[in-house]
């Protein structure tokens, strides 16, 4: 009798799941080294401000713009040094966040090592340091590290944006929820807009895409209508979610 052959399908998600009773911090697009100090820095004050259990960077955090696909600017700085900024943009964020959660989800700009290695030096996928992690010491800065899944708290759930298809253009956030079909907030896009919608039983649901904190003009993209900003987010310990989307 014949048997189906085996199927070699790896499980790639890896969502996390949080109490609720929570007030998160949550940061995106800050693109270091080509960060923008100021808005960074009035961020993270009025987020200290509301005293955060959680504290998400919501990726791109790292730009990782020398291990890029596409043509490197000049003056750039080497992934090297790309990297020694980060470990210390990690290290002020910490410091400003001593007590709270932090995660760091993974953006498509750090997929980029990861693709990098793929196509360059494949051997040496897997080899010990050779993570974005590993490299900023995310461990040392007791900071989770969440690649291939969204963080889940109440009724929200958060992610990058570069995870779903087709969510850019106008009106973002109505298509970051006709992807979803649920309440949700991502960066990506770094141009804040808000959804807000009801389903049949009344239930409040509400999609958010917050803005960036990186250099506002850059040479690829100089003429653009993205806005600094991040999000402050309330979750209930019934769930109920309340969304400060927070233009700079």
């Known amino acids: 009798m014949s048997h189906l052959p085996k199927s070699y399908v ?30 960074l820095e009035k961020a993270v004050a009025m987020a200290q401000a509301a005293s955060p259990d959680v504290v998400i960077l919501l990726g791109d955090i790292l730009d990782c713009h020398r291990i890029s696909r ?58 010990r ?35 779903l298809r087709g969510v850019g253009g106008v009106n973002p956030s109505r298509k970051l929820f006709m992807k979803m079909l649920k309440s949700a907030l991502c960066g990506h896009l770094h141009r804040p807009e808000s959804f807000y919608t009801r389903d049949g039983a009344g ?20 003429r653009n209508d993205w806005q600094h900003g991040f999000a402050i987010v309330d979750v209930t310990k019934s769930g109920v979610v309340k969304v400060q989307n927070i233009i700079l």
Not at 11 to 38: C, E, M, N
Not at 143 to 162: A, M
């Open 129 to 163: 340091g050779l993570s974005i992690p590993e490299l900023l010491g995310l461990g040392h800065f007791e900071t989770t590290w969440v690649s291939n899944g969204f963080i889940h708290c109440g009724d929200i759930s958060f992610l990058h944006g570069h995870e």
């Open 203 to 222: 239930k409040l649901l509400q999609c958010h895409v917050i803005g960036h904190l990186g250099e506002s003009n850059p040479r690829y993209h100089p």
């Open 10 to 39: 790896q499980k790639s998600s890896k969502d996390i799941f949080l109490g609720r009773g929570k007030t998160f911090a949550v940061l995106s697009d800050i693109h270091a080294p080509y960060h923008d100090v100021q808005a």
């Open 70 to 127: 596409y043509q490197s600017d000049e003056n750039t700085l080497s992934f090297a040094k790309e990297v020694e900024v980060g470990v210390e943009l990690m290290k002020y964020l910490r410091d400003s966040f001593p007590h709270s959660e932090m995660y760091y989800m993974e953006g498509n700009h750090e997929v980029r090592l990861s693709a990098y290695i793929a196509k360059n030096a494949n051997e040496f996928h897997g080899l």
